[in-house]
């Protein structure tokens, strides 16, 4: 069984702050990484993806990846009340059935006008 | 361009009674995988299916629970005799191959009541 770690929150920062989510997993061989976001009631839906190590942009939203360290977090910049969500990471199965995901608990955030 | 279609989206069931669950991936994706979301608890992998075959049921209940996707039409996740225990969302999500690096695209869900 994969483990993926994700700091438990919940997370509150306030608007136009950064807020950090980090995420730790237990496949030191583990080579595609997902950010997903979920509402409230609502399905998951792709922030990002990252496969080498460093920062990957995209617009407010850096993923970072250190596979030494079995690490990957997301950083919001310039946070906004619509970003208070679930925040969940996602690492595929490498095994001989590849398609699985296993996800952590999931971050939530708040940000508060 | 449509997404991942669910349904029914609510499913209110008595204890005993089966439970049917549709999905209908992406257009041009043939790989189905099932997820389950207890309240307050993480997204847990259930079933990943091509058509026609069952790729990997692990995730899956050994009784009650079956999935199927046919050469026509939607997949289908079955759960005979339900349980309150059985009370929660049900995802489906879609890629176009069964790749690591694929990224998978959730479905609306369903969300499943057992009175």
């Known amino acids: 069984q994969k483990e993926v770690e994700q700091n438990s929150g919940p997370l509150s920062v306030p608007e136009g702050a950064i807020a950090s989510l980090n995420c730790t997993y237990s496949?030191?061989?583990?080579?595609?990484f997902f950010w997903y976001r979920q509402y409230s009631g609502k399905s998951p839906e792709l922030i990002m993806s990252?496969?080498?190590?460093g920062d990957k942009e995209d617009g407010r939203f850096t993923a970072q990846l250190n596979k030494a360290s079995q690490y990957v977090s997301l950083l919001i910049r310039d946070s906004q009340p619509s970003d208070s969500a679930t925040y969940l990471c996602?690492?595929?199965?490498?095994?001989?059935?590849?398609?699985?995901?296993?996800f952590g608990r999931g971050t939530q955030l708040t940000v508060w006008p | 361009n449509a997404g991942v279609m669910q349904n029914p989206r609510h499913l209110v069931r008595r204890r005993g009674q089966e439970a049917r669950l549709r999905c209908s991936p992406m257009?041009?994706?043939?790989?189905v995988y099932w997820y389950r979301q207890l309240p307050e608890e993480g997204l847990k992998f259930m079933v990943y299916?091509?058509?026609?075959?069952?790729?990997?049921e692990s995730g899956m209940p050994k009784e009650r629970f079956s999935a199927e996707f046919p050469k026509e039409g939607p997949s289908i996740l079955r759960i005979q005799q339900v349980v309150r225990g059985d009370s929660a969302a049900y995802f489906c999500?879609?890629?176009?191959?069964?790749?690591?690096?694929?990224?998978?695209?959730f479905g609306p869900g369903t969300r499943l009541t057992v009175l």
């Open positions: 999500a879609s890629s176009p191959a069964g790749r690591a690096a694929d990224t998978q695209y």
């Open positions: 496949d030191r061989g583990s080579q595609s």
């Open positions: 990252i496969y080498s190590n």
């Open positions: 996602a690492v595929p199965d490498r095994g001989s059935t590849l398609g699985r995901l296993y």
């Open positions: 257009k041009g994706h043939s790989h």
């Open positions: 299916l091509q058509k026609e075959n069952i790729i990997d």
